[in-house]
């Protein structure tokens, strides 16, 4: 077993992955990947099944606002995707949820705490999808912004369409001295 590492981003994917799955009673759930240069079309054969639905991220650091070095600041940055049918009220709904879900400040920020301590064992990390990799964070608040940059993307030389949409979360988190400690 590899030692856990702090990763914020990983908890937020798999709780947002977690509520995007039960919001569409999916099988299979929502591939949150890293933001690299990517061919679309290339990545989206490649999954074994999402129902058309995924996200990138990008993750940004913040400067620090204040002398105290132990609250970190973060953004994260996500693309949202759904191609096939339906795929336009598809995102709709999806940054709707992440919206309901993630832009309610300390609130938003205990509901995420309370799922990470569900899924915290006694060592103090976390497990998502059968593995122990990450370790607990305590989150303070949660904001989000929708950029005006919302896309539909058409690729012609193919009959699949996908609608996209764009979110920014921002994030204030810190991270527990005891490693037992669970937030």
Excluded: C
């Excluded at 709709?92 to 879900?101: F, G, K, W």
């Excluded at 832009?103 to 497990?127: M, T």
């Excluded at 940059?149 to 994030?171: L, V």
Aim: proline share 7%; charged share 20%.
């Amino acid at each position: 077993m590899t030692d856990a590492i702090v990763h914020p981003p990983s908890l937020i994917n798999a709780y947002l992955s977690e509520k995007i799955d039960a919001l569409f009673e999916a099988t299979t759930a929502v591939p949150f990947l890293p933001s690299m240069p990517t061919e679309i079309d290339a990545l989206t054969e490649t999954f074994p099944s999402s129902d058309g639905r995924f996200a990138v991220y990008d993750r940004m650091f913040r400067m620090r606002r204040s002398p105290f070095p132990h609250i970190k600041s973060e953004q994260l940055l996500y693309y949202f995707y759904n191609y096939g049918p339906g795929s336009v009220s598809h995102i709709i709904r999806i940054a709707q949820l992440v919206q309901d879900l993630l832009d309610r400040e300390d609130e938003s920020a205990e509901e995420i705490n309370d799922w990470i301590r569900s899924r915290v064992n006694p060592n103090g990390s976390v497990v998502i999808n059968g593995t122990e990799t990450y370790k607990a964070v305590y989150f303070h608040n949660f904001k989000i912004y929708q950029l005006q940059e919302t896309r539909d993307i058409i690729d012609f030389a193919t009959s699949r369409t996908y609608a996209g949409n764009k979110i920014i979360i921002d994030y204030n988190y810190h991270i527990p001295k005891d490693a037992n400690y669970t937030p």
